[in-house]
C-alpha cells in the first residue's frame, strides 16, 4: 500500500517580527535582527538583559478580549498563529470533517507567567486568592485544547513537551496522525511564553544565556568563535499538515510536502549533547530513510545552532559524519541568529523558515558570523546576506535538554 503524501498548506506565527509570515521572513532575509532590551519586567539586576521578545502583540478578532487577558500568553499564541495557520491554509470550518481534524501544538515551559503571579498570590495573599484558572492555564496541553474548542476539531488533540524539541516531535507525531488514516487535518507546532522573572532566570542560572548586554544583537552569534550563549526568543510556529488527497480535494493552496522526520534521544546527560553527535547522527539518517531519499538531495539545513559553545559544533559533528563529501555542496543556516531561540516554539517557526526559502528560492543569512569556527568544515552557514538557492530537499534539526533529538525533511511540491 503506497504511504499518504502530507503537504503543508497553511502556516500561522507570532514571532518578534510580528505575526504575518511573509513579513516575517523578509526580516530575516534583510538579516535583521529581532533582539531588543527586556521591557516586561525589571531586569536591571540580570546578568542577561535583553531577549527576542514578541511585542506590541494584537489577538485582533482571533480570541475572546476577556479570555485573551486572563490565559497565559502562550496560550494567546497558540490560539492567534493556529487560526492565521487556518486562514493561510484558506479552510473553510464549514465544509470539513471535524472528527477527521487534529492539533497536536505543543510548548516545553507552559504557562509559566501564570505560574509566577500564582505563587505570588499564594505566597503574599494565602491559598484562598489564587484563580481557579490556574491550574488549566499553566498546563502545556490547554493552548491546543483551546484552540480545538474555538474551531471545533474533534480529532487527535494532545501536547508534546520535549524542551526545545517540541515543536518538531509535535510536527513529526501530526504526520504520523495522518499517515496512520487516523486523520486529514492537522494543526501542529509549539508556543513559548518564557520570557518573564522565572523564565529568565533559570536560564541565567545554569549559565546557558549570552551575558552580551552592550549590544544585544549581536548576541545571538550561532558557529562564531566569540559565541557566549544562547539568546532567549519567544512566540508560536503552527503549520497546517494535511493529506495530498484532502488537500487537492478541496483545492488547497500546497506550499511545501513533508516528506518524513525522525525522533530520538542521546540517553547521556541531562542538559549538554553527546559530544561526538552520535545521537543526532543517528536521527538525520533515520529522518533521511524515512523520507524515502538519497542524502545527495539534502542541499539545505536549517540547524538548531542555538549559539553555544558545546551544541553547535555537536551537530556539525553529526552533519559532516552522515553527509561526508556531499557536505560541501549544502547550504546551513541558523534562523536563532536573528530571533533568539524560542525554546518549544523553535522548530515550528524554524518550519516556516524552511518553507519560505523552498517558496522565494532564497535562503535567509547568519548574522554574527564575524569569525567562523574552524569546525564548520566545508559547510555553508550562508554569513552575512541572503543568497538565491534553490532548495531540492530541505532537513530542520531541533534539539532539547534531556537529549531530546528531531529532524524533519520537507521539500518543494511536485505532482
Known amino acids: 500500500m503506497a504511504r499518504k503524501r502530507i503537504v503543508i498548506t497553511g502556516m500561522g506565527i507570532v514571532s518578534c517580527f510580528g505575526t504575518d509570515v511573509e513579513h516575517f521572513y523578509n526580516m530575516l532575509l534583510q538579516g535583521k535582527s529581532g533582539i531588543t532590551p527586556i521591557d516586561a519586567f525589571p531586569c536591571a539586576e540580570y546578568p542577561t538583559r535583553f531577549a527576542g521578545s514578541v511585542r506590541n502583540f494584537e489577538i485582533g478578532d482571533y480570541m475572546d478580549k476577556k479570555q485573551a487577558r486572563r490565559v497565559d500568553p502562550f496560550i494567546s499564541y497558540t490560539v492567534v498563529a493556529g487560526k492565521k495557520a487556518l486562514e493561510s491554509a484558506k479552510i473553510d470550518l464549514e465544509k470539513l470533517n471535524k472528527d477527521r481534524c487534529g492539533v497536536i501544538i505543543g510548548s516545553g515551559m507552559g504557562g509559566m507567567s501564570v505560574f509566577y503571579d500564582g505563587v505570588e498570590t499564594l505566597l503574599s495573599k494565602g491559598f484562598k486568592r489564587l484563580t481557579p484558572f490556574f491550574v488549566p492555564y499553566i498546563i502545556t496541553n490547554m493552548g491546543g485544547a483551546l484552540l480545538a474548542i474555538d474551531i471545533g476539531f474533534k480529532g487527535p488533540n494532545y501536547s508534546i513537551s520535549t524542551a526545545c524539541a517540541t515543536s518538531n516531535y509535535s510536527i513529526h507525531a501530526a504526520a504520523e496522525q495522518i499517515r496512520q488514516g487516523h486523520a486529514d487535518v492537522m494543526l501542529c507546532g509549539g508556543a513559548e511564553a518564557a520570557i518573564n522573572p522565572i523564565g529568565v532566570a533559570g536560564f541565567v542560572a545554569i549559565g546557558a544565556l549570552s551575558t552580551r548586554n552592550d549590544d544585544p544583537t549581536k548576541a545571538s552569534r550561532p558557529w562564531d568563535q566569540a559565541r557566549d550563549g544562547f539568546v532567549m526568543g519567544e512566540g508560536a510556529g503552527v503549520l497546517v499538515l494535511e493529506s495530498l488527497e484532502h488537500a487537492l480535494a478541496r483545492g488547497a493552496p500546497i506550499y511545501a ?141 531541533s534539539f532539547g535538554f534531556g537529549g531530546h533529538n528531531s529532524s524533519l525533511v520537507f521539500a518543494p511540491y511536485r505532482k
Open 257 to 397: 510536502e513533508y516528506l518524513g522526520g525522525a525522533i530520538n534521544c542521546d540517553a547521556h546527560h541531562m542538559t549538554n549533547p553527546r559530544e561526538d553527535g552520535e545521537g543526532v547522527a543517528g536521527c538525520i539518517k533515520e529522518a533521511i530513510r524515512d523520507a524515502g531519499i538519497p542524502k545527495e538531495k539534502i542541499n539545505y539545513i536549517n540547524a538548531h545552532a542555538t549559539s553555544t559553545l558545546a551544541g553547535d559544533l555537536c551537530e556539525v559533528e553529526a552533519i559532516l559524519k552522515v553527509f561526508g563529501s556531499h557536505a560541501s555542496k549544502i547550504k546551513m543556516n541558523s534562523t536563532k541568529s536573528m530571533t533568539g531561540h524560542c525554546l518549544g516554539a523553535a522548530g515550528g517557526i524554524e518550519a516556516i523558515a524552511v518553507v519560505q526559502a523552498i517558496l522565494t528560492g532564497k535562503l535567509h543569512p547568519t548574522i554574527n558570523l564575524d569569525n567562523p569556527d574552524p569546525r564548520l568544515g566545508p559547510l555553508d552557514p550562508v554569513a552575512g546576506k541572503a543568497q538565491e538557492h534553490q532548495v531540492h530537499a530541505a532537513l530542520s534539526n
